[in-house]
């Protein structure tokens, strides 16, 4: 099992950048898929970018192509969620998620995931 922590989110004006950070333990994780996942109030939660276990493959939402760049430190076993050019539709509370792979973890079927870090974007 890995566990998940997530650091970073705050609020920030429109156009402004923040970087998610998500601190995982356990030793599968270097083997794992791993992504980030947003919620906003009223809204399901939804698939914003992922990375694979070996770091070489990255996946995005539309949303967020070209703003986002997501990250892996395999050997500190964290990874980040670089948001850059923010807008107000980006306020939600981040997960972090981990999986076996990409199609598990992109389908929302992460085996593990954080308690959350909120970003707000003030317009």
């Known amino acids: 099992q890995v566990q998940l922590v997530e650091s970073g989110g705050g609020l920030v004006q429109a156009g402004g950048s923040l970087r998610l950070s998500c601190a995982a333990s356990?030793?599968?994780?270097?083997?794992?898929?791993t992504g980030w996942f947003r919620q906003a109030p009223g809204k399901e939660r939804e698939f914003v970018a992922a990375?694979?276990?070996?770091?070489?493959?990255?996946y995005y939402a539309d949303s967020v192509k070209g703003r986002f760049t997501i990250s892996r430190d395999t050997a500190k076993n964290t990874q980040f969620l670089q948001m850059n050019s923010l807008k107000p539709e980006d306020t939600a509370v981040y997960y972090c998620?981990?999986?076996?792979?990409?199609?598990?973890?992109?389908?929302?079927?992460?085996?593990?995931w954080g308690q959350g870090t909120q970003v707000t974007v003030s317009s």
């Open positions: 998620t981990a999986a076996p792979n990409i199609a598990v973890l992109s389908a929302g079927q992460g085996h593990s």
């Open positions: 356990g030793r599968t994780f270097r083997s794992y898929a």
């Open positions: 990375i694979s276990w070996s770091g070489g493959g990255t």
